[in-house]
């Protein structure tokens, strides 16, 4: 299967990473950048495929972004809704999937109903064309986001800008903080979260600051716990532990021995 020649170019932005609890070598994961025409609706394409031995299950551990996700899998286009909790999902045999990590002025459009009510959830997506193959499904998610393209607002846009702002400085930890940088009022900066997140803005914050925690546990196992939680906001090492048990059901010490 040539995904890279599916897809197009490869992206190595080390954010698109983050979202991946549990990364595998046996669970092929190609990422790509999204093209400046789709740019406004999506982040980047992402495809997983995997060959397993008979019998064998491999667990896949996800800290979603807070955004929706447009997926092509088992023959099917659904919209999966953004998460508050941590999501697995048992890899068996031979499989692939295609998805569109969409932007947070994507999701709502293709929604068939309030944005707030796919959170923790998902839903068929209609689309023209088959996606029982990478190539078509490709172009069949594609062709339902250009039609997302034509029905963005203001709103939207500011939404999308919303979210480059949280990730862009690790600093931002206060909404108040937040909406001064948006040039809103902290209720308004609330009504354009929950229309496209579903979520407050609090909650996108705090999905960025224990995702970029998350890595720093996975990538330097021997670092102090209480140092990665100074460095990202939390009060002290309970507090980074109770953040871990409460999203992700495990606390930072089991993540580093392996969810």
Do not use: C
């Not at 790509?32 to 997983?48: F, G, I, N």
């Not at 702002?165 to 108040?176: F, H, N, S, W």
């Not at 009022?185 to 609330?190: A, E, G, K, M």
């Not at 224990?210 to 990665?228: G, H, K, N, T």
């Amino acid at each position: 299967m040539k995904i890279r020649a599916i897809l197009g170019r490869v992206a190595d932005d080390p954010l698109f990473r983050k979202g991946d609890l549990t990364p595998r070598p046996d669970v092929r994961m190609v990422r790509v950048a999204a093209s400046a025409e789709l740019a406004p609706v999506m982040r980047q394409w992402w495809q997983p495929s995997w060959d397993l031995p008979d019998g064998e299950v491999r667990a896949q551990h996800v800290l979603g972004y807070p955004v929706a996700n447009l997926v092509a899998e088992d023959g099917a286009a659904l919209l999966y809704g953004p998460t508050t909790t941590h999501g697995v999902r048992e890899l068996r045999g031979t499989g692939w999937a295609l998805g569109a990590l969409l932007t947070p002025a994507a999701g709502r459009h293709l929604a068939t109903r309030p944005f707030a009510a796919l959170v923790d959830a998902w839903e068929p997506v209609a689309v023209e064309g088959a996606v029982d193959r990478p190539g078509t499904a490709r172009e069949a998610l594609t062709e339902a986001l250009r039609r997302v393209l034509e029905r963005l607002d203001d709103d939207d846009l500011a939404a999308n800008a919303l979210l480059e702002t949280v990730e862009g400085d690790p600093t931002l930890l206060r909404v108040a903080d937040l909406a001064e940088r948006m040039h809103r009022s902290v209720r308004s900066l609330d009504r354009l979260a929950r229309r496209s997140f579903g979520l407050p803005p609090a909650a996108i914050i705090r999905r960025r600051r224990l995702q970029d925690a998350a890595e720093a546990v996975r990538l330097a196992p021997d670092r102090p716990l209480r140092d990665i939680a100074a460095e990202f906001g939390f009060a002290d090492h309970a507090h980074l532990t109770r953040e871990f048990s409460s999203v992700l059901g495990f606390t930072p010490s089991e993540y580093r021995a392996g969810p």
